[in-house]
Every structure is written in structure tokens, then in C-alpha cells.
């Protein structure tokens, strides 16, 4: 796999996670919280797709360079990401399609399946967090959550809950405590360009009101404490299903 493909494929993961002095703070009612102020439990389980257009920069070799596309995911596992990434006074065209069970990735014309095990897992997780019904989710039996303290998030107060599922990476979220709203995730994530874990930080921004949602209209992600990608998103829409040609191999 060519270097520009893997580095699209860490990009990909990272658009779909400091530990402080644990409290008594009841992680479940907090969490139950967020989600009434996210819209509540039944608009965000009602809407199991999204569509959004994206554009902003990306850390390449020490430079930001210019980003842009179209991304659409369906819960669980299903996304399809259409992007335009400019370097060396080129852009160049990929296409990330996973129609729950295959990947395709398309670069510069040719097709490619990916079969890693691995980054199949993680990819289909990291395009999970961000679907409404998320959040509802990590209320399942199967999920333990855990308030991890009180702290600053962009000067702003907030209480972190760490939440562990097994078979899944543990996540720490954490939530603005006077809006509710989820203002950073902290996990630790693969470089499928490396293959060796990094902490990411996903900070979420202008947050608006979609389809009665409230949905973050920038993400800034930090990998291992550095600017990774900025990204602004606009026409982004809820709806509760995408059709299965729109997961059709590139």
C-alpha cells in the first residue's frame, strides 16, 4: 500500500482519545444529562445516518496542507468518505468506502481492498463515534462508565467519563458541565502508516442544531498532543437511513 494511502486511511480513523482525580460524581445520570441536551434519547436513536461536507487542513511532513470532501456514515459500521487532499502543488482524489462487512480504498483511480483485521476494527469504531445514537449507546449493560474528575477544556469546565466496552478500545469523553454538551474525546488509536499507538485528542466546536440534533460544526484533533487536523463541516444532515448503493465498492 502506497504511503499517501495509509496516510489517508489514519486521516480516515481519525475523522470517525490525562487522567485526573476520580470523583463521586454518578457517571450514568451525568451521561443521561448530555444526552437530553444532544437533542434526547429518542431523536438521537431515531437518526442511524448522517451526511456531511468537510474542509479544512491536515499535518503532513511538518505542513498543513489543504483538506476537503464529503463524508456520510450509518451506524454501525457503514461510512463513505470522498475527499481532495492537496500537496506538492497537486490534489489528488480518494475515495473510503465500508459497506459494513468490506473496505475500498480508491487513490488515484485504482481500487484497493483493505483486509487488515486490525485497522477494519478500529476504522469501523473510530466512524462510530460520531453517529447521534452514540452517546445512547455507552448506557448498554455492557459498557462500565467511571467520572475521572473535573477538568479545563478550552478554558472551559468539564467533567471526564471514561467509558470501557469489551472488545473496544476505552474511550474518555468529556462533557461541558454547564451545557452537558461533548466538547473532547481522548483515546488511544493505531497509525495504520506506523502501526503503533498514539493518544488522539478530538476537540468539538460550534456546535448547531440539526434535525433537532445538537452536532459540532468543527473538530480539531491532536495527535500525541500536536495540531493533527482542523476541520469545519457545513450541509450536514441527519436522516434515518442512507441507501446501500451508497456503500457500493468505489
Known sequence: MSRLRWLTLTICVALGAGRANAQ?????????????????AATLNKYHASATKFKGTVEILGQMREFSGEM??????????????????QTLQFVHVCNGQKFWISELGKTKEITDEK????????????RPAYLVSLLD?????????DVKVK???????????????????FFDKE???LVKTEMRVLDAM?????????FMLDYKDVNGVKTAGRFVICKDGKDFIDLEFSDTQHVEKLDDSHFAMP
Do not use: M, W
Open 24 to 40: 463521586e460524581t454518578d457517571a450514568p445520570a451525568f451521561l443521561k444529562k448530555a444526552i437530553d441536551a444532544h437533542g434526547g
Open 72 to 89: 456520510s456514515c450509518q451506524g454501525p459500521d457503514k461510512f463513505k468518505i470522498v475527499s481532495s487532499l492537496a500537496i506538492n502543488n
Open 119 to 130: 485497522v477494519l476494527k478500529q476504522t469501523r469504531y473510530a466512524l462510530g463515534l460520531d
Open 141 to 149: 449493560k455492557d459498557c462500565e462508565l467511571n467520572t475521572v474528575g
Open 155 to 173: 478554558d472551559r469546565a468539564a467533567l471526564g467519563i471514561r467509558a470501557s466496552k469489551k472488545g473496544q478500545p476505552d474511550i474518555t469523553l
Open 179 to 181: 451545557s452537558h454538551l
Open 194 to 202: 506506523t502501526a503503533e499507538e498514539y493518544t488522539q485528542e478530538r
